[in-house]
Structure formats: structure tokens, C-alpha cells
T-cell receptor, first 114, second 115 residues
């Protein structure tokens, strides 16, 4: 089966600019996650979708980050405006939606804010 | 509140020797536990999980993990390390709550296998 697709792979922007990341999960996976992985740290959950509804966005900095999953398939994560501390790898993952399944991760988008 | 700890930033082992990557956890209920591996410039790959049943679970690439409830640990093991096992390993714990579940990841342990 095809994996989780993410684009772009790399992005360099100046602080205060905006940026958007795209994710296409594995077909049929109801649950989609966006994680932020800062260098030297483990992934931190930003937002979790179940189909097109938000399940958990408690750690999403909502003053600058937004995410949507229209039609319950693809998802976009946006940062506006970006700060230096947003430099990280943004990982998208999907799963079949119940607690017993592991996640399938995309390759991530490496964001550098200068 | 749930938490997961990987006490070692780095583990070094010689090829052919057994390896152990440590993980301890804290959850309010029964834990669902996972191990993932991350190779350079790649996303995380699922290795194995413990949900219920036998304390020793087997996963991909010859890895296994032992669940120890009394010590709240879920250490990753492999009887004979390969150079290609060198990567970053993450332990994750999933806590169930009403209406859903939340997974958190440890900070990761870098494994170096020397030829």
C-alpha cells in the first residue's frame, strides 16, 4: 500500500512569513495526526483528526497554527506568522483509528525559520 | 498524567552483541506501549507494540520488547545487533480516556552499532 505522503520535504522561510504543509494519509485511515519534532526531542502531538473532526488540539499554538482536514482525507497545517522556534520537522501520521494500531508516518517536512 | 522516559540519550554496542534500549512509563490505566525507529531523513517506522497478553512481544527486523508491569518498563531488545540497526529509537505510550486516546513519545535514544 502507498505510504503517508507529505510535501514539501524542505522549506526555508523568514520569520513572520507564512507556510503550509500538506499530508495525504493512507487510504481508509480515519485518524490523522500532525506532530512537531524539534531537533533532539521526541515528536509532540499538535493535532489529531478523526475523519474531518478535531479530536485533540490541546497543544496546538492556535494564535499562529491552524489545521484542517476537509472531506476527511487530505490535511493541511499552516503557520502564520512563523517564529524562529517553529524550526522543526513536521510529521504527519495516520492510523486505522482505534487505540490498538500503530501509526504510519510520512517522511516529514523540515522547516527552517531564519 | 501519562509520561514516558528513555533514560539513555545514546547506546553503543558492537555488531553481533545483544542490545537493550530502555523505556519506562507512567499511565493512569492499562498501558498500550509502542516502539518506533527513525532512520536519517525518514519518518518514524512502527516496530512493535504491547496491548495485552504475553509480556514478550516480537516485532520487525528481529526486535522484541519485554513488558514489565511491576517495574513499569518496556525495554527494546535484540539478541544480535547489526550495523544497519543504527538509528534513533522512540518509545511511546498510549493512554485511553473517555472518547479517545492520546499517545506521547519519549525523547529518543540513539543507537550506534559498531562493526
Amino acid at each position: 500500500e502507498a505510504g503517508v505522503a507529505q510535501s514539501p520535504r524542505y522549506k526555508i522561510i523568514e520569520k513572520r512569513q507564512s507556510v503550509a504543509f500538506w499530508c495525504n494519509p493512507i487510504s481508509g485511515h480515519a485518524t490523522l495526526y500532525w506532530y512537531q519534532q524539534i531537533l533532539g526531542q521526541g515528536p509532540k502531538l499538535l493535532i489529531q483528526f478523526q475523519n474531518n473532526g478535531v479530536v485533540d488540539d490541546s497543544q496546538l499554538p492556535k494564535d499562529r497554527f491552524s489545521a484542517e482536514r476537509l472531506k476527511g482525507v487530505d490535511s493541511t497545517l499552516k503557520i502564520q506568522p512563523a517564529k524562529l522556534e517553529d524550526s522543526a520537522v513536521y510529521l504527519c501520521a495516520s492510523s486505522q483509528g482505534t487505540a490498538v494500531y500503530g501509526y504510519t508516518f510520512g517522511s516529514g517536512t523540515r522547516l527552517t525559520v531564519v | 498524567a501519562q509520561s514516558v522516559a528513555q533514560p539513555e540519550d545514546q547506546v553503543n554496542v558492537a555488531e553481533g552483541n545483544p542490545l537493550t534500549v530502555k523505556c519506562t512509563y507512567s499511565v493512569s490505566g492499562n498501558p498500550y506501549l509502542f516502539w518506533y525507529v527513525q532512520y536519517p531523513n525518514r519518518g518514524l517506522q512502527f516496530l512493535l507494540k504491547y496491548i495485552t497478553g504475553d509480556n514478550l512481544v516480537k516485532g520487525s527486523y528481529g526486535f522484541e520488547a519485554e513488558f514489565n508491569k511491576s517495574q513499569t518498563s518496556f525495554h527494546l531488545k535484540k539478541p544480535s545487533a547489526l550495523v544497519s540497526d543504527s538509528a534513533l529509537y522512540f518509545c511511546a505510550v498510549r493512554d485511553l480516556y473517555t472518547g479517545g486516546f492520546k499517545t506521547i513519545f519519549g525523547a529518543g535514544t540513539r543507537l550506534f552499532v559498531k562493526a
